[in-house]
């Protein structure tokens, strides 16, 4: 009997290149407003919002990825048909199977590489990204495509005062690849189940089945018990990562987390000790909360803003329902 072998990839990986996709339409905070009995002034002061970008009825999910895959895609200079693996991080995906993943390898020609949706909330892009380098490293596939992708508006309460006037729609893609050096630090994952109820749906899908006004369950959040949870426990985490990274904060041109709340940066920023050379990712004030899709919007418009920042290190933490959460060090497309 012949011994069993084991295949092996690129020594090290990193992100090649980045694609982005928002909502087609603006949405002000005076739009939202009056079915929550609030203001402008109080969305500002409470989450630094002041637009966010939502689809219209004719643009899904799949229509937002497929928008900024392509875009990766060929920033990165490679064949569809290079990519091994496809993965989606997504809660927005508009049926429960099959994956999202799977029609959007079709759509950009990735067919046959593996496809899989991630439900990790607004931590599935640090999973999926996390997932990317191990496969690759593994030499399961040369290059995967791994897109954050959502359409929270389908899932936003106008009434709903605990999160809905945060939610906003958009998709962010990153292609990744073998390279020479390391491009993607070590990940610190992990959840807090004990919080389980804390962020989510208002209700189980089965219980619309039963509703005869047929109102399908929605988004809601326990703000207080999320915002404290953000702020204390993922500064730990966020800390964790760049010790794992060998990365002091002198050595990083960005950080970039998740785009849940404008006071959730301002105090990472605070406890992280950042210095004022340190690039801040604030993509929330004109895109909203993209759960899964914040982190690679968030940096694709940060490059925008700032191209000399390519090639530099970049902190990046997700973290949301579950309780879940994923951070990395890596290096700036």
Same mark, same amino acid.
């Given at each position: 009997?012949?011994?069993?072998?084991?295949?092996?990839?690129?020594?090290?990986?990193?992100?090649?290149?980045?694609?982005?996709?928002?909502?087609?339409?603006?949405?002000?905070?005076?739009?939202?407003?009056?079915?929550?009995?609030?203001?402008?002034?109080?969305?500002?002061?409470?989450?630094?919002?002041?637009?966010?970008?939502?689809?219209?009825?004719?643009?899904?999910? #799949?229509?937002?990825?497929?928008? *900024?895959? &392509?875009?990766? #895609?060929?920033? @990165?200079?490679?064949?569809?048909?290079?990519?091994?693996?496809?993965?989606? =991080?997504?809660?927005?995906?508009?049926?429960?199977?099959?994956?999202?993943? @799977?029609?959007? =390898?079709?759509?950009?020609?990735?067919?046959?590489? @593996?496809?899989?949706?991630?439900?990790?909330?607004? *931590? /599935?892009?640090?999973?999926?990204?996390?997932?990317?380098?191990? +496969?690759?490293?593994?030499?399961?596939?040369?290059?995967?495509?791994?897109?954050?992708?959502?359409?929270?508006?389908?899932?936003?309460?106008?009434?709903? &005062?605990?999160?809905?006037?945060?939610?906003?729609?958009?998709?962010?893609?990153?292609?990744?690849? $073998?390279?020479?050096?390391?491009? #993607?630090?070590?990940?610190?994952?992990?959840?807090? /189940?004990?919080?389980?109820?804390?962020?989510?749906?208002?209700? $189980?899908?089965?219980? @619309?089945?039963?509703?005869?006004?047929?109102?399908?369950?929605?988004?809601?959040?326990?703000?207080?018990?999320?915002?404290?949870?953000?702020?204390?426990?993922?500064?730990?985490?966020?800390?964790?990562?760049?010790?794992?990274?060998?990365?002091?904060?002198?050595?990083?041109?960005?950080?970039?987390?998740?785009?849940?709340?404008?006071?959730?940066?301002?105090?990472?920023?605070?406890?992280?000790? +950042? $210095?004022?050379?340190? +690039?801040?990712?604030?993509?929330?004030?004109?895109?909203?909360?993209?759960?899964?899709?914040?982190?690679? +919007?968030?940096?694709?418009?940060?490059?925008?803003?700032?191209?000399?920042?390519?090639?530099?290190?970049?902190?990046?933490?997700?973290?949301?329902?579950?309780?879940?959460?994923? *951070?990395?060090?890596?290096?700036?497309?």
């Amino acid at each position: 009997m012949s011994p069993l072998q084991q295949s092996v990839g690129a020594a090290h990986t990193r992100i090649l290149s980045l694609g982005a996709a928002r909502g087609d339409t603006v949405v002000s905070n005076d739009d939202i407003a009056g079915p929550i009995d609030s203001s402008d002034e109080w969305i500002r002061q409470r989450t630094g919002i002041i637009e966010r970008r939502r689809s219209s009825e004719n643009e899904s999910a #799949i229509d937002l990825a497929v928008h *900024a895959s &392509r875009e990766a #895609i060929t920033k @990165a200079g490679i064949d569809p048909s290079d990519i091994g693996a496809v993965i989606v =991080a997504t809660i927005s995906n508009a049926v429960q199977t099959p994956a999202l993943a @799977a029609l959007l =390898a079709d759509r950009v020609g990735a067919t046959p590489a @593996a496809a899989y949706d991630i439900s990790a909330a607004c *931590a /599935g892009y640090t999973y999926g990204i996390a997932q990317a380098d191990a +496969l690759i490293r593994a030499g399961s596939a040369k290059y995967v495509l791994v897109v954050g992708a959502e359409k929270l508006s389908d899932f936003a309460k106008p009434t709903d &005062r605990s999160i809905s006037f945060l939610l906003g729609d958009g998709a962010g893609a990153a292609i990744v690849g $073998p390279s020479s050096e390391v491009g #993607i630090g070590p990940t610190i994952w992990g959840s807090d /189940g004990s919080k389980w109820d804390a962020v989510g749906m208002d209700r $189980p899908i089965r219980e @619309a089945f039963d509703d005869p006004e047929g109102e399908f369950p929605t988004l809601r959040q326990d703000g207080q018990t999320v915002f404290r949870w953000a702020v204390w426990e993922m500064a730990k985490v966020a800390k964790e990562a760049l010790e794992v990274s060998g990365v002091t904060v002198d050595e990083l041109t960005a950080f970039v987390p998740h785009q849940a709340n404008m006071r959730i940066i301002d105090e990472f920023a605070k406890q992280l000790k +950042l $210095p004022e050379s340190v +690039l801040i990712a604030r993509d929330i004030e004109t895109s909203g909360n993209t759960s899964a899709a914040s982190i690679p +919007l968030a940096m694709h418009a940060l490059l925008a803003q700032h191209p000399e920042a390519s090639g530099g290190l970049a902190l990046q933490i997700g973290f949301g329902a579950g309780l879940v959460f994923g *951070a990395q060090v890596v290096r700036l497309p």
